[in-house]
């Protein structure tokens, strides 16, 4: 594998995300790479069976939870990458997680892709799914998962 030159870290501001920022920091000071933080935000559904929200509501809760996430995605710049020292470039999108991390893998033109597991197994991990394993079977560039 060649150094990779863009380096994408998806967070969802846990213990385990903040393991996999620090690993793909060390890796991006390391061969001088561009460092990508990612946010999702998933997305409510307006109406559920019988019950909807108003439009206003899901355009609030849609920008409330951008604007918190770019703030957290700041927070974790300054606490990991280390600002002054590395390019960082944080994104915060709306969908379904593993989805929007791999648009993210095509759009930025990814090498690398360093992501937390969170260490579900058994029913839960079949209940919940797994993002990382989603993603580490759909990426095109290599995924580097991170233990919980």
Do not use: W
């Not at 390019?87 to 969908?95: N, T």
């Not at 058994?122 to 759909?138: D, F, K, Q, T």
Request: charged share 30%; hydrophobic share 40%; aromatic share 4%.
């Amino acid at each position: 594998m060649k150094a990779p030159e863009r380096i994408l870290v998806p967070t969802d501001f846990s213990t385990f995300a903040d393991r996999a920022v620090e690993q793909a920091a060390a890796l991006a000071r390391q061969f001088n790479s561009e460092l990508y933080l990612l946010h999702v935000v998933q997305d409510i559904q307006q109406c559920v069976v019988d019950y909807c929200l108003t439009e206003e509501l899901v355009t609030q809760y849609r920008t409330s939870s951008i604007d918190g996430s770019k703030a957290k995605l700041q927070e974790e710049i300054e606490k990991h990458a280390g600002a002054k020292d590395l390019k960082v470039v944080a994104d915060v999108r709306v969908g379904t997680p593993y989805e929007e991390i791999l648009k993210e893998e095509q759009e930025k033109k990814i090498d690398l892709i360093v992501i937390a597991t969170h260490g579900k197994t058994g029913i839960l991990h079949n209940l919940m799914g797994s993002v990382a394993e989603r993603v580490s079977r759909s990426a095109k560039s290599p995924v580097m998962l991170v233990k919980a």
